[in-house]
């Protein structure tokens, strides 16, 4: 129970992985993007045997090797965490979740790595084919290095592929293909790597307006525009494509979190989709959680309905359905889980003590339990409820998630916006007449990577208090160590971190201030 956890254990173990999280996300989303950017030019110069594309490419994947080597050194530490400070969740699942690392670290980093020596020392060492290939290469396994981690962390959002063992009280895989192709992780994957991609785009055209407006290399800076602006576009659009998808997606193995990114309180039919609100506190409460009123609410009548079920008139369900159950909606109330999660929990109990009494008759009826149907659908799903007291505790924090969500679509349809002013500016040649562009373009940088950011905190802000969605809260996965010991790395890694962060600020601003070389 809650009571027997050391929450400050908890939160300082939570901060310490926000923390990495975030510093390793800001490098992740520029290698995904700019990876493809580079091949793209490369291409054009290999077709082309213009050397002025060589240039650039030579160019930016200077800046692309910076921001490479720092994101690698942040991820390490990443994986590391899991044993260190959540060893109970790598107990419970770590034959399934080690299994995409396992294979991100063999296939897609081994492949990143080797191709990516020949592509910064192999200029004029092998031929432009090869070389080319190996720029493709890079691309493509940094971007299946992030499916894999993908895959994993769509797995905790909706457990699949899997069987209870009830010797080792672990689980196990029982079907690779179905953690790889789970719905939330196509989703994920698709969604993630399109938004690195824009922010990529981002980057290249903003630090290319810079060129425009200290008008130097002014060739380089409108093709580089021109490349990012047309990738940038077609990322965007899918972006948003994905985005819609993976709002399905959610809604159906995680109600309670689309329920808060909406701050729907009430089920309703015929859902309008919130565009924009402010969130005032209604002086009512679920517990100790506040139920927020929209204020100042702009909506789009029908279309939230039409998003999740594919009908105007489907029904929608918000949080007091999903906390105290809707019997007509079928939805069942918490309590109701946690109940079930407290008999799965009785009978692993069960089956432990048999084993050590040596009573196989016992045991064997408990075991055949875990292999029925019935128990693993109605009752197994929900262990992780007996873990909570109260059914408002599975409620996550809707202002952040409310606000973060929207601010994160906001800046994307910003986004495509600026890549059609880009490519249309560019096409009629009137980039450097347009300086107010061009210095919206360069400050739209740093709000690329906070939507970036955003998107994660949507994402895990969103499902707690959930580690594993209804397997397992959060405060049951932390390691049995001191918090004093968490709070040290915490404040070391911050340190560390932030210097790694301000080196590759220095180096890349020097480095685009040298430009590229002649």
Avoid: C
């Avoid at 307006?209 to 990012?228: D, G, Q, T, Y």
């Amino acid at each position: 129970m809650i009571e027997n956890f050391d929450l400050s254990l908890v939160n300082w173990s939570r901060g310490q992985f926000a923390l990495t999280a975030i510093y390793h996300w800001l490098f992740v989303p520029l290698t995904l993007g700019l990876s493809f950017i580079l091949a793209f030019m490369e291409t054009i110069y290999v077709r082309t045997g213009d050397e002025t594309w060589k240039k650039i490419t030579k160019f930016w994947m200077t800046l692309f090797g910076i921001n490479f080597a720092i994101g690698v050194a942040t991820g390490i530490i990443l994986e590391f965490e899991f044993g260190t400070n959540w060893s109970n969740y790598s107990w419970f699942v770590g034959d399934i979740f080690g299994a995409p690392l396992a294979v991100e670290g063999i296939l897609a980093f081994f492949l990143e790595s080797t191709f990516v020596a020949v592509m910064f020392f192999g200029w004029n060492k092998v031929s432009k084919k090869f070389h080319l290939t190996s720029t493709w290469l890079v691309a493509v396994g940094a971007n299946l290095s992030a499916m894999w981690i993908l895959v994993a962390n769509a797995w905790m959002e909706n457990p699949v592929g899997m069987v209870f063992n009830p010797d080792t009280a672990r689980n196990e895989m029982s079907s690779f293909r179905d953690v790889v192709l789970n719905p939330v992780a196509i989703d994920k994957f698709l969604h993630t790597v399109t938004s690195g991609f824009v922010l990529a785009s981002v980057f290249v055209v903003g630090i290319s307006s810079w060129f425009l407006i200290r008008k130097r290399e002014e060739l380089l800076a409108r093709k580089s525009i021109l490349v990012a602006g047309i990738f940038g576009l077609v990322s965007g659009l899918l972006v948003a494509l994905t985005g819609d998808t993976s709002a399905r997606t959610i809604a159906k193995v995680q109600p309670v979190k689309f329920a808060a990114m909406e701050a729907l309180y009430e089920g309703k039919t015929d859902a309008g989709l919130t565009v924009i609100s402010a969130l005032t506190d209604s002086g009512e409460r679920l517990g100790e959680k506040k139920v927020h009123e929209k204020k100042l609410k702009i909506e789009i009548p029908g279309l939230l309905s039409v998003m999740t079920t594919g009908q105007q008139g489907g029904y929608v369900p918000g949080i007091k359905d999903l906390i105290n159950g809707n019997p007509e909606k079928g939805i069942l109330p918490v309590s109701e889980m946690m109940e079930r999660g407290r008999y799965a929990r009785q009978v692993l109990t069960d089956y432990k003590v048999a084993k050590e009494l040596g009573d196989e008759d016992s045991m064997a009826a408990l075991a055949a339990k875990f292999e029925d149907k019935d128990f693993t659908e109605n009752y197994f799903r929900y262990f992780g409820y007996s873990y909570f007291e109260q059914p408002w505790q599975v409620i996550p924090s809707v202002p952040v998630t409310f606000y973060a969500f929207r601010v994160m679509v906001g800046l994307g349809f910003f986004f495509i916006l600026m890549f059609v002013l880009a490519i249309w500016f560019h096409r009629r040649e009137t980039l450097e007449k347009n300086r107010w562009f061009l210095w919206l373009a360069l400050f739209s940088i740093p709000l690329a990577y906070l939507a970036s950011e955003l998107g994660w905190i949507v994402t895990e802000m969103g499902r707690q208090p959930w580690i594993i969605q209804n397997l397992m809260p959060v405060h049951v996965a932390v390691s049995n160590i001191s918090a004093g010991a968490v709070q040290t790395t915490f404040w070391l890694f911050a340190v560390l971190f932030t210097a790694l962060l301000i080196a590759e600020i220095s180096i890349m601003v020097r480095q685009i201030r040298i430009g590229p070389k002649h």
